[in-house]
């Protein structure tokens, strides 16, 4: 009887980590698309709209990847690289490319 507790509380925290980690994909893909957005427009001076509907399939994008067993070698080491620049507050840092796109 203990065991079937410690089983279910096993999988709360399983799904808990796999839903926050999806989320955390999905807010990557809205900021990636916001970031190009707001580069390219610049550029070119807003030949593009910015579509809602656009950004949330970034969204789904972003989830898709980071969920994806085998895209985890590539995303694990990217949100150490921005957990530390968050951190240590390198404003630069976050201004650039490599910050901001989702892979």
Known sequence: MFNKYIYNNKKIL??????????????????????????YSEKYSQTD???????IFNGFLGTLLYLNPFILIVTIPKEIYRLEVNIRNIEYEKN???YNELL
């Open 14 to 39: 399983q799904y808990s980590l796999i839903t926050g980690w999806g989320v955390l994909g999905f807010k990557r893909g809205i900021n990636s698309y916001d970031y190009r957005y707001k580069k």
């Open 49 to 55: 709209s910015y579509l809602y509907s656009v950004k």
């Open 96 to 98: 650039s490319d490599y």
